[in-house]
């Protein structure tokens, strides 16, 4: 999307200091095609509801493909898959080999290659692994290209995880287009807008070639589909316009390319949507291109047709000393009072939809991978599922800055996939435990965050049961307590041997629920059974929790921590009961007044902008009313219920055997009753020393160190207090106190904005409900009247262990739950034929993440490792015997690959053993601190369903 980009005066025409020979100017030809934004991503493909955007992603592509074929020295880019695949389909096969050739003479280039351009704020770093691989494959599988170059030319600021991922992906170059306009007009005099950037802290020789685009992808004067002048080349005319605009494109690009160090510049010729009516694009450059180049003693300069890989080609044979970076590129502003921080939090239920939809697919893969059953129609299913949620990693997609209309379709879409990921799950594991053609009845519960699950809130009769499947998506053993929404507390849990399993009930006094919790032990990749059954009466296996009161002050405690919290639930302080360490700690919800515009600037705070009223800086009490305080003290969880106003609510959990606090907020709808919108947070304020600083994590990867009003880069100037310090959070932020050696840190269940504007103090935004457009393009403001129930887990502990680390991969990968139609123990066991757990896999060792477990269509699978820890964190590399993770079968090739998993590496070190090749008894690979490390395996046979009852399961 176009959205307003401020160009201060700086930026006007600069003296050139080139090298010998005149500057080449790279034509890069390309369309920006968001995959959803002012429209859904159905109505972009087919240039349905034109009124809103005029857009026909079928037609830019019918038409490039057609003006490549006339013209041999045509090129052009193309970036999203989630588009070009649908064209593709629809093509025969004379066209699809017209195709082929274009890109086998590097006509047509595919850039960045995704499925999506992604988001690099809210999106966590394994669905960009996701979206990535999913377009790679595709392109390796039907052009055998790999992608070369990175086009993040419309995310809003750029993150060191994605940099990270292209270089891991095999790119070695990346381009964009939004930079800070503080950072940016620093480096133009400088000569710094091309750098060399270092994106992780944990591996310093990872680098690439990173061009910030000057003045946008956009190249104003000729965007002629847009209505700008066409060249009028016959001098008779009194319109004759050939010469001016000559010397508008050459001045232009003589301007921009003064903030390089060498002789080639990139005119990025296209848009959004562009080429839609490609001929009056190509006809009018190429008029230019033909003047200019035949005058090139007077203009010194030469024009052709080029390509991103090209251009990132000529700055390495040009010698150029580039300047290095090593922080990432947020917060992003692109003027005083306009920074793009909102969208860290816009859409909060769609960012937790798609972080759910997430765990739902891996759980998915991961199990089938692991069963080693192949089935065709098992992996169009898998497909269907996986397509959805790559397109929610757009930037418009998850990131919530797109209509309201098109957030349902991206929602509804999700829907669709999470039912063809559950239709796959239930299908594998029938086929493990009963065999094909047998009936399980397993479904889901997408609502059970909101009580809403026909299976668990019916209530059971006399001698009937209701067998629950519970799935670990990682790879490490789990033990986890289950919490389900019940009708009745005459209910008891047992295993899948008939054993009894202790549990506890709490009744919800708000709702009239009952809340039925137990502890499970679930396998790594595997899944596990229990049964809810009918009681007449109390268990002796179930503890009812009798409600209490609070008094003045109140504790809840687990093994490990203790919570203490005053008469109206507020929490004072947490204790660390091994150590007897305790932290003052208080927390509220407050909310920031959304600036309108205002007689310092008329920036309004949107979908996109984070801008607190000038006047309010200070945020204001969103409680307004004492709560109704319960408190639950139970054998396997505690908790405390706090019941403010209608819009806001809050329940404190501590569990008996782990060591966080886990916070359930509840907002909204957010009362707009004054006229006035609300940006909520939660605020925590302790009694650390943490020197002005706070450390956030980055995509879920590497924790990047962050201080008030502070830039690494450049010297900041403030103009915005607020805003201007916060920064996207996709899985943790802590603070830190380096004396006392403690840290208090926030896991979260989604993308959030937060910052640590004073001493001891953290606060994360969780929900935004504002009543006008920034002005940046989507033109209807962020009027969500939704309720947001979100989760983070508190952790206290020393500044040195990174106990966060393996916590955030179990907030990310909760165990999922199937439920079965089945009624009663007989008909079960009657169906079933193997018992669980089903245990697939030998756990991984510690600190490591089997991060994908992919099938590919030939029979292949993607295995891909994950070292969870950073380099400063204290742990070394990790050894992992690949031959070893599959229980019982037989690994007959490995070849490791880059990121995506479609070029085979050379690299002294990595692996490559072809079927057929003898190989060891043990396959080890090391992965050092944040290594991820990629592998295309075949084993030795695929479980069908002759082969199920012999499995080893346990």
């Excluded at 310090?725 to 830190?736: A, E, G, K, L, Q």
């Excluded at 079968?889 to 050379?906: D, F």
């Amino acid at each position: 999307m176009i959205k307003t980009i401020l160009l201060l005066s700086i930026f006007g025409v600069l003296s050139l200091a080139y090298g010998e020979g005149p500057l080449n100017i790279h034509v890069v030809a390309h369309t920006h095609d968001d995959v959803g934004w002012l429209k859904t991503p159905d109505e972009y493909y087919y240039g349905a509801n034109q009124s809103i955007q005029a857009a026909g992603v079928q037609y830019i592509l019918d038409g490039v493909i057609a003006a490549l074929q006339a013209n041999p020295e045509r090129k052009f880019i193309y970036v999203e898959m989630g588009f070009f695949t649908r064209w593709w389909n629809e093509q025969d096969d004379n066209m699809k080999q017209i195709v082929q050739g274009l890109v086998a003479n590097k006509q047509l280039e595919f850039i960045n290659g995704g499925w999506t351009m992604h988001d690099e704020a809210a999106v966590h770093f394994e669905d960009m692994v996701s979206q990535m691989t999913l377009g790679h494959q595709f392109l390796f599988d039907t052009f055998g290209v790999v992608p070369l170059v990175g086009w993040q030319i419309d995310p809003f600021g750029h993150s060191s995880t994605s940099a990270t991922l292209n270089v891991l992906a095999g790119f070695d170059a990346l381009f964009f287009a939004r930079m800070d306009y503080q950072d940016e007009a620093n480096r133009i005099p400088n000569k710094a807008e091309e750098m060399i950037w270092y994106p992780s802290y944990s591996d310093p020789n990872l680098n690439l070639i990173t061009g910030m685009m000057h003045g946008g992808y956009c190249e104003s004067g000729f965007m002629f589909e847009y209505g700008d002048e066409p060249v009028m080349d016959d001098p008779n005319l009194e319109n004759y316009n050939l010469i001016a605009k000559a010397e508008l494109l050459v001045n232009n690009a003589k301007s921009q390319a003064a903030a390089l160090r060498h002789n080639d510049y990139m005119f990025k010729y296209g848009c959004d949507f562009l080429f839609d009516q490609g001929n009056i694009q190509w006809k009018n450059i190429e008029k230019l291109m033909t003047y200019i180049n035949a005058n090139q003693e007077t203009y010194g300069v030469k024009m052709f047709y080029s390509t991103p890989s090209i251009y990132a080609a000529a700055i390495r044979s040009s010698g150029a000393a580039l300047p290095s970076k090593t922080d990432d590129f947020f917060p992003y502003a692109d003027g005083p009072h306009s920074y793009w921080t909102g969208y860290f939090v816009s859409r909060s239920t769609l960012k937790g939809f798609v972080r759910y939809s997430s765990n739902v697919l891996s759980t998915t893969s991961h199990l089938l991978s692991a069963s080693l059953i192949q089935d065709e129609f098992i992996q169009a299913s898998l497909y269907a599922a996986q397509q959805p949620n790559g397109v929610t990693t757009h930037h418009d997609a998850v990131a919530g800055t797109e209509q309201q209309h098109v957030a349902d379709d991206y929602a509804l879409n999700l829907n669709k996939a999470n039912d063809h990921a559950v239709d796959v799950l239930s299908e594998v594991t029938t086929t493990l435990i009963a065999g094909e053609g047998q009936e399980l009845g397993l479904t889901y519960c997408p609502l059970i965050n909101e009580t809403i699950c026909t299976p668990t809130m019916t209530t059971l009769a006399a001698g009937d049961v209701l067998p629950i499947m519970l799935y670990n998506s990682l790879a490490i053993d789990r033990s986890e307590v289950i919490r389900l929404p019940v009708s009745t507390s005459y209910v008891s849990v047992i295993d899948s041997n008939s054993a009894a399993v202790p549990s506890q009930i709490i009744a919800d006094g708000n709702t009239g629920v009952f809340y039925l919790g137990f502890v499970a032990q679930v396998p790594a990749l595997g899944f596990s059974t229990y049964f809810v059954q009918y009681t007449s009466g109390k268990h002796e296996s179930v503890t009812f929790v009798e409600p209490q009161s609070a008094t003045a002050q109140n504790d809840i405690s687990g093994k490990y921590i203790t919570v203490l919290f005053d008469a109206t639930g507020s929490i004072q302080s947490i204790t660390d009961r091994e150590t007897g360490a305790i932290l003052p700690v208080t927390q509220e919800y407050m909310y920031y007044v959304p600036n309108v515009g205002d007689a310092v600037s008329g920036q309004a705070s949107g979908a996109y902008i984070f801008r607190p009223a000038t006047d309010q800086q200070t945020p204001l009490p969103f409680a307004t009313v004492t709560p109704t305080v319960t408190i639950n003290n139970g054998p396997i969880y505690s908790e405390v219920v706090r019941v403010f106003q209608p819009e806001l609510a809050q329940v404190l959990r501590v569990y008996a055997d782990e060591r966080f606090v886990e916070v359930e907020d509840v907002v909204g709808p957010i009362d707009i009753s004054n006229g006035q919108g609300k940006e909520v947070i939660t605020r925590y304020n302790t009694s650390l020393n943490t020197n002005q600083s706070w450390w956030t994590d980055s995509n879920g990867v590497e924790m990047m160190p962050r201080r008030l009003n502070f830039r690494p880069s450049w010297n900041y100037t403030i103009t915005e207090p607020v805003s201007g310090n916060y920064v996207p959070i996709d899985s943790t932020v802590y603070i830190r106190d380096t004396t006392a050696n403690l840290q208090f840190t926030v896991l979260v269940d989604r993308s959030r904005g937060g910052a640590s504007l004073a001493n001891g103090q953290l606060e994360t935004m969780l929900h935004r409900r504002l009543l006008v457009d920034d002005g940046r393009g989507v033109g209807e403001p962020l009027n969500e009247t939704t309720i947001m129930k979100s989760t983070s887990w508190l952790l206290f502990s020393n500044a040195t262990t990174a106990s966060h680390r393996p916590l955030a991969k179990r907030l990310y990968h909760t165990v999922f739950p199937l439920f079965s139609n089945i009624t009663t123990l007989a008909d079960w066991q009657a169906i079933v034929k193997v018992n669980t757990p089903y245990a697939p896999i030998n756990p991984l060792p510690e600190g490591v993440q089997l991060l994908s477990f992919l099938p590919k269509s030939n029979g292949e699978y993607i295995l891909r490792l994950h070292h969870i820890y950073q380099s400063d964190e204290n742990v070394g590399p990790v050894i992992v015997d690949i031959a070893d993770i599959v229980k019982g079968q037989t690994v007959t090739g490995v070849r490791e690959t880059q990121l995506t998993a479609v070029e085979t590496l050379t690299v002294e070190g990595a692996l490559n053993y072809k079927k057929g090749d003898s190989l060891p008894t043990k396959i080890e690979v090391s992965l050092n601190p944040m290594q991820i490390r990629t592998f295309v395996l075949t084993f030795a046979s695929a479980i069908d369903s002759s082969s199920f009852s012999s499995i080893n399961i346990v």
